[in-house]
């Protein structure tokens, strides 16, 4: 009797630990940076912005921005949790005002560093809390054949409790709809953490590192937007390896 193999679903637990001769065409890479480039870039784009460019550093960041009107872009980024100078504060509550109809150039420690890390892979979604039931919705549809890995950020170099529970909360939402994947140890441990705090999304973020970063610089108000589970429905995608992430439910305020 034949042995069918099923696709896996393995979660890597920072950025640092990704092998890039793994992440190749015939996977499905998932990025969480839920504290916070992933959020933002989902918000983003459910404000109708055009376009958002993760970039590797500020240095990237003006380069890519040369080759727009500067009517046409805003540049975003913070290095090691401090906005980086001239730059615009990167957080969703900040952006979000001033999205729509822009190309938002986002530059970040970790979170568009993992999503340029894993660029070769066959796709590559941006998720987070707010948007992970709209992305593992995709996920299951359209990639049910496909081994996924889903990568957690971390923060600056070291691992992070709220990636981690976004990747299983994305896990739990995939399987409710497709059971079609093999998972690993790692993957079946973020999945029990999730189900074993699934109420406690806030007191996870704000207990996590960056998120008692984020409460002593006063910024309550983005950790519990970051905390609110499948919110909105845009999936970021990146594009092709051209540094942009595009979203197809993108709402235009």
């Known amino acids: 009797m034949m042995t069918v193999t099923r696709p896996k679903l393995h979660v890597i637990l920072q950025k640092e630990a990704i092998v890039p001769e793994l992440i190749d065409k015939d996977k499905v890479a998932v990025v969480f940076d839920v504290l916070l480039a992933t959020t933002t870039i ?16 500020g240095e990237e ?19 090691e949790g401090l906005t980086i100078e001239g730059f615009v504060d990167p957080l969703p509550s900040k952006l979000k005002q001033v999205a729509k109809g822009k190309t938002i150039i986002l530059s970040t420690t970790n979170g568009t560093v993992a999503i340029r890390h894993v660029a070769n892979a066959k796709k590559v979604f941006a998720a987070s809390l707010i ?9 299951a549809i359209e990639h049910v054949d496909d081994s996924v890995i889903l990568i957690c950020a971390g923060t600056m170099k070291q691992f ?7 990747a299983g909360y994305f896990i739990d939402e995939l399987l409710q709809q497709n059971e079609s994947w093999d998972l690993t140890d790692s993957a079946k441990a973020a999945l029990y953490f999730y189900r074993g705090n699934k109420e406690n999304s806030v007191s996870i973020l704000k207990t996590s590192l960056t998120g008692q970063m984020l409460m002593q610089a006063h910024l309550e108000e983005d950790i519990l937007y970051s905390a609110s589970r499948g919110m909105i429905e845009v999936v970021p995608e990146f594009d092709n390896g051209n540094m942009i992430v595009k979203g197809d439910k993108a709402i235009d305020y």
């Not at 960041?61 to 290095?79: D, P």
């Not at 992070?160 to 976004?166: A, I, K, N, P, V």
């Open 160 to 166: 992070s409790l709220e990636d981690f529970y976004g």
């Open 131 to 139: 948007n992970g039931q709209a992305v593992a919705q995709k996920v």
């Open 61 to 79: 960041a003006l380069r890519v921005a040369g080759s727009f009107e500067k009517t046409t872009v805003i540049i975003a980024g913070e290095s």
């Open 42 to 57: 989902a918000t983003l784009l459910h404000h109708g912005a055009k376009e958002v460019i993760p970039v590797m550093n």
